[in-house]
């Protein structure tokens, strides 16, 4: 069965799901990180990327905010670049832990395991097998490198974020050491940690996260400056991982809600992968009980039912100009 959206269709709809979803209310900034409290809980922006390069956008698609744990999708992308996926299966994992991000418990409960790498414990593992091992400089530069691929553009560090994130992330400094007691962290702890942090603390617009979601859709072939950012046969890997735990405890209804695998980040952005058709993000600060951001969520679920998409449905769908 093949369904046919023409791109007048598509912005359109792009249009509408902004103007239906701008003066949504509810949720609030994340205020555990100082940094994120104080940004303007009134942005948002909404932007759909095409495998040809087009991008429809409406609202602060240039305004830069913080990555947090979308990020945890790109290094994901890198280590099974540099491992393959049966190697990240053994060393990490791929299950739903069915927890919040940052559980401790889950690591216990799935017997040392980290579960997934997009999860706090399984990005802090992932981090610690980057290549090269040993060296955290030439090992930024390669996470750094890769983000920059996937988005088709640098992204910059928000220092301030940095030592915001750096100086409250007693949590994860916990999960390092009792993955590291677990055999579960393969370079220094401390320096997966760090490495950890100021991916999350990258800066990056709606439009860069729609164009690294259109990468993965459009199996590592970034659309934007032609590179081949990873091999083709991960896509299906790393779409699984986003349909599973993308939005940690509240996964399964996002994927039932919405029909497309995505991943949320505490700084209020949300990054969607429709296979072969296109990448979607949104961005706005205010965030669900569990870190969600609230305008976001409903901009893209608006999206995908005005058009009639969705991952499980069969359909083969095919936009036209």
Partial sequence: MKKTIRLTELKAVVKQAYEQVKNLKGGKNADY???????NPD????????PDGEIVAEGDTEYVF???SISKVHTAILILQQYGAEAVLQK???DATGLPFNSILAILMENDHPSTPLVNAGAISADSLVRPIGDSNAKWNVIADNMADLCGSELTLLDELYKSESETNFNNRS??????????????????????????????T??????AACTIANRGKNPVSGKQVFTASLMPNI?????SVGFYEHTGDWVYSSGIPAKTGVGGGVMGV????????????????????VKAQAAIQFVTRELGVNVFDGVNVEIVK
């Fill in 33 to 39: 990180i100082p940094f994120l409290a104080k940004i």
């Fill in 43 to 50: 942005l948002f922006g909404l932007a759909v990327c095409l």
């Fill in 66 to 68: 913080g990555i947090e």
């Fill in 92 to 94: 990490i994992g791929a």
């Fill in 175 to 204: 999960i390092a050491w009792l993955l590291k007691n677990y055999n579960r962290i393969y370079d220094d702890p401390m320096m997966a940690l760090d490495l950890y942090t100021r991916q999350c603390s990258m800066g990056v």
């Fill in 206 to 211: 709606t439009k860069q996260l729609a164009i």
């Fill in 239 to 243: 779409v699984s991982l986003m349909a």
């Fill in 274 to 293: 429709l296979p072969g058709v296109f990448g979607i993000a949104a961005f706005a600060p205010p965030l669900d009980e569990a870190g969600n951001s």
